[in-house]
């Protein structure tokens, strides 16, 4: 087998619970973006652009929906006889089966894959972040070093760098110090959670950290590999990138794609955002309807009005209906005379006529405050909600709802109805 310069590893398998009832039943790299997209499509065609043909998926949380849309790698031209796209799930060994727990224990529990490669160097990725980045100009900066382990990083603002695992650096972007998370940070620089590690630095560190509870490269690895002397930089990256791991970064990632210059630009022929794409009819806009500053998804039907919103695949949205500001994914169907504002409404729902989501004042949630804020009405796939009921702002719906969950035809601000076997 041919040696591979570079294979990536691409971590897919977390739940992104921060997304509340979106990722109940589906991983947080496979949630939908964009309209026509789902997150991992970013990191895949980063590779396929970067000219990586060889990466390995690794899933845990819910993989169904994953697995489908990866398939055999086609979208990505990842269908390749010596590489390609490969599903790694955690799977039984003849001494032991255990899930993976912590970033680098899942990478330890699939050397052999990568071994099988022997790469010369390994790229470490997450499945979860909105981003365009030529991994073979970092390559470039690893061996122009002759880094041991080179990690991407970028500036952030100060106020916010203590959310971050921080990089102190000479004036040559070699590594000083890693604090992970610090309280007095005393650098902007913030880890992006993508490394290139030489491999056979790599193995050894993963070898020697393998009895580490919950092994994660940024509190362990990273810091074991920068105690051993190894030569650490960092690439600092100055484009687009966001953590799509709350409901408010999500939303307002979405909505800055329907920007009159949208920040992030899904449309350049240099570096495609490629995607599994189901062959079905066009969109449908009738001569009623008003489209304005909005995505609309193929095979979408639109009698109503659609202000600066994201519309999924395959959506309806009934005559009278006007949407603002949300996102409605694929194949969920808004009746007639609705008025939805500021909503995240997930795959397959089914809204009645005449509701009205975001009403109201905020109210604090009482589900979970922390994750339904911002504003926002948030509805779990195949969701169903009865006709004439309002709804108010950081509300959180999964299932199939009926008239007497909505006291006098009301979900007040920060309620929420989740049905047995539902996730929060």
């Known amino acids: 087998m041919i040696r591979k310069k570079m294979m990536a590893m691409l971590l897919a398998g977390g739940q992104g619970s921060r997304l509340g009832v979106l990722t109940a039943n589906v991983a947080k790299p496979a949630v939908a973006f964009g309209g026509k997209y789902r997150i991992i499509d970013f990191p895949l065609s ?26 055999i790698g086609i979208p990505w031209d990842l269908d390749r006889n010596n590489g390609g796209v490969t599903v790694l799930p955690p799977y039984e060994k003849s001494d032991s089966s255990e899930w993976y727990s912590g970033t680098a224990n899942a990478i330890y529990q699939n050397l052999s894959y990568i071994e099988s490669y022997n790469p010369e160097y390994v790229l470490i990725l997450s499945g979860d972040h909105i981003y365009k980045m030529d991994y073979e100009v970092m390559l470039d900066f690893h061996k122009e070093n002759q880094a041991d382990v080179t990690l991407a990083a970028m500036p952030v603002p100060m106020e916010e760098a203590s959310r971050f695992g921080i990089v102190i650096t000479d004036e040559n972007r070699k590594i000083l110090e890693f604090e992970e998370k610090p309280e007095n940070p005393r650098s902007n620089l913030a880890s992006m959670g993508i490394y290139i590690f030489t491999w056979s630095v790599l193995r050894d560190a993963l070898i020697a950290k393998k009895d580490q509870n919950n092994c994660d490269f940024g509190k362990h690895i990273i810091p074991y590999c920068h105690e051993g002397g190894k030569r650490l930089f960092a690439y600092e990256y100055n484009g687009y990138w966001k953590d799509v791991g709350t409901l408010g970064s999500y939303w307002e990632a979405n909505m800055e794609l329907v920007d009159l210059i949208p920040e992030f630009n899904l449309y350049e022929e240099y570096w495609k955002i490629y995607t599994r794409t189901d062959n079905v009819e066009p969109q449908y806009v009738s001569s009623e309807s008003i489209t304005e500053k909005s995505i609309i998804g193929e095979g979408a039907e639109i009698f109503g009005e659609v202000y600066h919103s994201v519309i999924g695949a395959g959506v309806t949205i009934g005559k009278g209906t006007v949407v603002r500001d949300s996102i409605i994914m694929k194949d969920t169907r808004i009746g007639e005379n609705c008025s939805i504002n500021k909503a995240i409404i997930a795959e397959d729902c089914e809204i009645g006529d005449d509701v009205q989501m975001g009403i109201g004042e905020e109210a604090k949630s009482k589900l979970n405050e922390e994750i339904y804020a911002f504003g926002l009405v948030t509805i779990g796939e195949n969701s169903y909600i009865p006709s004439k009921v309002q709804i108010g702002k950081n509300t959180a719906i999964a299932g199939i709802t009926e008239k007497e969950d909505y006291p006098d035809g009301v979900l007040a601000g920060g309620e929420y109805i989740i049905k047995a076997g539902e996730g929060k």
Request: proline share 4%; aromatic share 4%.
């Open 46 to 71: 980063n590779c396929i652009n970067s000219g990586i043909d060889t990466v390995g998926v690794l899933t845990q949380y819910q993989p169904l929906r994953l697995n489908s849309h990866i398939g």
